[in-house]
């Protein structure tokens, strides 16, 4: 049985990572919206503005290894308090998960 890996954010970065493990972990992921993906694996809607996604954040964490990809400031301007609420929000619920290690990723862009 192969270990689990929960991506919150599949954004750019997200997005590759998540295509460049899939072949070696079982995989689950959110977006903040559900359009259109090509993700070969369940993705669940989580918007921390929308209280009515939270229920999706249990199941995310419900996994081995959790990459949190959510960047401090991004295009959509959340303020330093949104983005703290966001991390209460999810460090209350690690506290029930069976997850085995976390990846925090803060990256707002890469430059070169």
């Not at 890996?5 to 493990?21: D, N, P, Q, Y």
């Not at 959340?78 to 803060?106: A, G």
């Amino acid at each position: 049985m192969k270990d689990k890996v929960s991506i919150i954010g599949l954004g750019w970065f997200g997005r590759e990572l998540a295509h460049s493990l899939q072949s070696d972990y079982e995989m689950v992921g959110s977006k903040r919206s559900l359009t259109e993906h090509d993700f070969p694996f369940k993705v669940y809607k989580l918007d921390f503005r929308d209280s009515s996604t939270f229920n999706s954040l249990q199941t995310l964490l419900d996994a081995d290894y959790l990459v949190l990809n959510i960047p401090p400031n991004s295009r959509y301007e959340r303020s330093p308090e949104e983005y703290r609420e966001m991390m209460d929000v999810i460090i209350k619920h690690l506290t029930e998960s069976r997850l085995k290690r976390m990846i925090f990723i803060s990256s707002t862009g890469v430059f070169g």
